[in-house]
């Protein structure tokens, strides 16, 4: 277990930067549960490694393979937006396989919250890049078509987060999307803290865990 502090974060590039030492491409692998950092940690690994180890490193997020609006509403599932099964598995999946065989350039989509909707072909993947951050929630999931996923990783991590943490900083970001205070607590409750419960409760174990308590 691991405090998430600076020293960690340090340590814990240097480690990415060791490991991927002998590979053309490293896949790390950081999964946690909505709210637990994993943009912040992700966005902090990469400056580490391009700045202080002069390591090419992107980071992937698997929110830009959010279903788009209509999709769901078509399935009825724009209520549970955020859930495993509103993301598009198979297109993620055959991005991750395609950035492990690494046989040319690939272009990732992101997801824009302001919009909320995916900008696809946001931006590219060089072949020579070295390292490759993958974040999100369900990364580690012991659901079939995520579990699967693992086989891309070459390590991975888990941000551990009290709860109480995480329904404080949800709140926070749907407050930060100009909701009043009822509809934030409600959008946190329905839907972001039983997607945490179960990212929680059904993730396989990571590599190494970063707690914050």
């Not at 929680?200 to 970063?210: C, F, M, P």
């Amino acid at each position: 277990m691991h405090d998430y502090t600076s020293n960690k974060l340090h340590t814990l590039a240097d480690h990415i930067v060791e490991m991927a030492a002998n590979k053309s491409r490293y896949i790390f692998a950081i999964a946690g549960a909505p709210g637990s950092g994993k943009s912040t940690l992700a966005q902090s690994l990469q400056q580490l490694i391009c700045v202080n180890h002069q390591r090419s490193c992107q980071i992937v997020a698997m929110d830009g393979f959010h279903l788009d609006n209509q999709e769901l509403i078509q399935r009825q599932l724009l209520e549970v937006k955020g859930a495993p099964e509103t993301f598009d598995l198979e297109g993620f999946r055959k991005l991750l396989a395609d950035i492990k065989s690494n046989q040319g350039k690939i272009y990732a989509p992101i997801f824009d919250r302001d919009i909320d909707a995916v900008v696809e072909n946001a931006y590219e993947i060089s072949t020579d890049t070295h390292i490759i951050l993958v974040e999100g929630n369900y990364l580690l999931l012991k659901q079939s078509g995520w579990q699967q996923l693992a086989q891309y990783y070459d390590s991975s991590a888990y941000l551990e987060v009290p709860m109480a943490l995480l329904r404080e900083r949800l709140v926070g970001r749907w407050l930060s999307q100009n909701l009043d205070i009822d509809m934030a607590i409600a959008k946190a409750e329905h839907n972001d803290l039983p997607n945490a419960k179960l990212v929680i409760n059904e993730s396989n174990a990571a590599d190494i865990t970063l707690s914050i308590r």
